[in-house]
Nanobody, 122 residues
């Protein structure tokens, strides 16, 4: 049974940092990604990383502040978030696929975690 379990969310002041983790079980995945969904808004791509080459891609608003990484031995993906802003407040979701290409469209990821809330206060 495939499971993605996120952890690491919480409440932080603007300028602070958080590290999200997503542990996958049941199989390995080629591409692991993070999406986020602010209250009342649609779910949007944040970052993704491929297995093997470790290629990464970020949405423009987080470049230079967020870093995605993965530990293939642990089948886990991380999202280090620095210099957090109130507009980063959202539920953050881990997603996985076996497409060896980074896509930013949520419908291309068949596996999802339950989400973890990140709240950044001003």
């Amino acid at each position: 049974q495939v499971q993605l379990v996120e952890s690491g969310g919480g409440l932080v002041q603007a300028g602070g940092s958080l590290r999200l983790s997503c542990a996958a079980s049941g199989r390995t995945f080629t591409t692991l990604a993070w999406f986020r969904q602010p209250p009342g808004k649609e779910r949007n791509f944040v970052a993704a990383i491929t297995r093997g080459s470790g290629s990464t891609r970020y949405t423009d608003s987080v470049k230079g502040r967020f870093t995605i990484s993965r530990d293939n031995a642990k089948n886990t993906v991380y999202l280090q978030m620095n210099s957090l802003k109130p507009e980063d407040t959202a539920a953050y979701y881990c997603a996985a696929s076996n497409i060896y290409a980074i896509t930013t469209t949520s419908t291309t990821y068949p596996y999802w975690g339950q989400g973890t809330q990140v709240t950044v206060s001003s």
